[in-house]
């Protein structure tokens, strides 16, 4: 599992940065991926970046400003030219259903894949399959805004077969029973409890990718105890005023969200294009002084979820 991020701009793209999208790789979880805001050039990003369309399975939107939307009819509709699409699920606030169809109508564009659109009005879980739990909830922005949580079930333990054997416990179909966690007898008398064969509980991993947002609660509650926390730092705090006036937050409103709710790992995203790459360093010093284990975001960065 992994995070890279197509585009890492505030509002419009800069020579050294898209706007805002970021792809979640599952492809040896479930050979799919999952892309959270969908800015303009998107789709040529996923092409530099080696990402296939056809392994999109779930689009999520934040909100509705442009720089989080404007790549999606690219995408949609540059897969439909490619041969057997996967269906694909869209997730965004209410208003995004209008978007898609309008766009799709007057341009006399098409699909050729089932697209189901789910609009989010409220706090809510999104997304819950036999391996992922993905919830939502509303921030602070100008404009409604949600945040999204994605937990990794944990995996469960297995039997373990190599110490069963080990102890000279034969092959046989009790095996099915003790890999029910069931207690049986062998032929020589000796009474195994499966549970006592069990390996470790794999606890799974747990991610929360923020919208554009000044410092909430929601913020806290979703991003309680993950290891990666995605959060928006649109202008170092100097410009603390300004930023809460347009509904964002600062680095040192990011480090603190990142604190208070006992995130392992910080990255900022959504730079002002105020600042250049070379700027990186101070932005994210920034960060550090109140919450070490940040980073900054660049277009393609890559980070490993562990």
Known sequence: MKLIFL??????????????????????????????????????????????LAKLEHIFI????????????GVLTTRSLMQNMSPLTLFGPKGIKQFIETVINISYSWLT???????????MTVLDNEQFIVTCDALQHRVPCFGYRIVEKDTMPKLDV?????ENVPLGPHYAEL????TVQLEDGRIID????????????????????????????LAKNVDVLVHEATQKHELVD??????HSTTLQAASIAQQSCTKKLIITHISPRYRLSDNASIIDECRQR??????????YRVDIE
């Open 179 to 182: 890999k029910l966690g069931k």
């Open 62 to 73: 934040t909100h509705l400003h442009g720089d989080h939307l404007f790549g999606l009819p």
């Open 242 to 247: 300004k930023a809460n006036e347009r509904g």
């Open 291 to 300: 919450f070490p284990n940040s980073d900054i975001a660049t277009d393609f």
């Open 113 to 123: 894949y089932p697209l189901t659109i789910i609009e989010i009005e409220k706090p």
């Open 162 to 166: 190599d110490r069963l054997r080990s």
């Open 194 to 221: 499966g549970k006592a064969y069990f390996g470790e509980t794999k606890p799974g991993k747990k991610i929360a990718i923020l919208g554009d947002t000044i410092p909430c609660d929601a913020a806290i509650n």
């Open 7 to 52: 585009g890492t701009s505030a509002g419009t793209i800069t020579v050294e940065r898209n706007v805002s999208a970021i792809v979640l790789d599952l492809v040896k979880e479930r050979n799919a991926l999952w892309l959270f805001d969908c800015g303009e050039g998107t789709q040529h990003q996923m092409l530099k970046a080696k990402l296939s």
